[in-house]
């Protein structure tokens, strides 16, 4: 009767250190499976974050490219339009230009304050998308260190 009471103890012994250890097992796969998919998801999010810094520096860069040829463009039409007035004041002997002359003159200038205004605002607007992107890439950092830090977090808690 000892014999087999000892016996079917060490069965249920046996079973039970079996089921731990495949418990064990599976609970240990289970949390490498989840620190995994963690730092993927990490991972993923800071080449996504990276991805939105490069295309944004790429756009940045063309708007700037492309207001610099502008605004070079404005700037020449500004000194070509100016030493048209001047050679026609010159012409003109001056001050003594006829009225008619003198009013298209004035005209003239004035376009070109227009052009310099517009050349003006379109630096202006450079100037608040920038301060805009760069807010937004601050934003951006600091919630991708937030991701770390709860995905941090989460792993030491699981561990």
Known sequence: M????????SNILQSINSQVGGNLNTLQNTVD??????????DNAQNQVQNAVNNVQNQVQNAVNNVQNTNL??????????????????N???ENGD???NQNLQGQLGNLGNLGNSTLLSLMTISSSLETIITRLLENRGNQNNNQNQ???QENNQN
């Open 99 to 101: 009225d008619n002359q």
């Open 2 to 9: 000892a014999n087999a009471t000892n016996s079917l103890f």
């Open 92 to 94: 003109n002997g001056g």
């Open 73 to 90: 463009l404005d700037l020449t039409t500004i000194s070509s339009a100016l030493n048209s007035v001047l050679a026609q004041q010159l």
């Open 151 to 153: 995905n941090q977090n």
């Open 33 to 42: 499976n989840v620190q995994n998919q963690t730092q993927n998801a990490v």
